[in-house]
């Protein structure tokens, strides 16, 4: 069984800033940030691909950076200028494809080619941000 593990999470207030992060057995060439906040879908936040590739779901672009470590085997979400409504429940996922191209990897994390089924998932790391 292959495992990710969050952390980073926490209270912040509006405008301030956080730095997920994620280790474990499971990464992959293809990583990715989804958020879910109570009520509403899994959303993609972010995605990395081995090439060095980024994408960003619009509402966090200018604001959230992704990043992967080779060093250190860590994913990253760098988040700043945090919103109330980035209040949410986020997850580190690495695909379990570990041959796709940049453009699969970046369009697996929108609405109509997700598969959960698809990803290896963390358990989650809480962020709550405050007005």
């Known amino acids: 069984q292959e495992d990710l593990v969050e952390s980073g999470g926490g209270s912040v207030q509006a405008g301030g800033s956080l730095r997920l992060s994620c280790v474990g057995s499971?990464?992959?060439?293809?990583m990715a940030w989804f958020r879910q906040a109570p009520g509403t879908e899994r959303e993609g936040v972010a995605t990395v691909n081995g090439d060095g590739s980024t994408n960003y779901v619009d509402s966090v672009k200018g604001r959230f950076t992704i990043s992967y470590d080779n060093t250190e085997n860590t994913l990253y979400l760098q988040m700043t200028n945090i919103k109330p409504e980035d209040s949410a429940m986020y997850y580190c996922?690495?695909?379990?494809?570990?041959?796709?191209?940049?453009?699969?990897?970046?369009?697996?994390?929108?609405?109509?080619?997700?598969?959960?089924?698809?990803?290896?998932w963390g358990q989650g790391t809480q962020v709550t941000v405050s007005s």
């Open positions: 499971g990464v992959a060439p293809c």
């Open positions: 996922a690495a695909h379990k494809t570990r041959t796709l191209s940049p453009n699969i990897c970046h369009g697996a994390t929108k609405t109509q080619f997700f598969f959960p089924s698809l990803w290896n």
